[in-house]
Nanobody, 124 residues
Framework: VQLQASGGGLVQAGGSLRLSCAAS????????MGWLRQAPGKEREFVAA????????YYADSVKGRFTISRDNAKNTVYLQMNSLKPEDTAVYYC??????????????????WGQGTQVTVSS
């Protein structure tokens, strides 16, 4: 699976952005999909994940209620709608794909395929 993330940019605090991640390959619907981020000087962290059919979603506590993950398997695309953005949301955002397994969807080690990342900068 090859992943291409887009939609990042510069936004003021309180604003919104929508990230998209287009996947290649015919087996997109077999993968759990996640968004993860890495801020300067910090470790990569889990943001949100969605099950293969969209029936289950998971969020980091820091983004719960502000971010929404969704997917369109017909378009091989996963989205991250980010509202009420805060300066601490500034990071490079990566989409990633994980084969279905017993690992929690929040576990970074479960994600085998990663996109190139898109920069999100939130100004105060």
């Amino acid at each position: 699976v090859q992943l291409q993330a887009s939609g990042g940019g510069l936004v003021q605090a309180g604003g919104s952005l929508r990230l998209s991640c287009a996947a290649s390959g015919r087996t997109f619907s077999r993968y759990r999909m996640g968004w993860l981020r890495q801020a300067p000087g910090k470790e990569r962290e889990f943001v949100a994940a969605i099950s293969w059919n969209g029936g289950d979603t998971y969020y980091a506590d820091s983004v719960k209620g502000r971010f929404t993950i969704s997917r369109d398997n017909a378009k091989n695309t996963v989205y991250l709608q980010m509202n009420s953005l805060k300066p601490e949301d500034t990071a490079v955002y990566y989409c990633a794909a994980a084969p279905i397994s017993t690992l929690p969807m929040t576990a970074l080690r479960g994600y085998n395929y990663w996109g190139q990342g898109t920069q999100v900068t939130v100004s105060s």
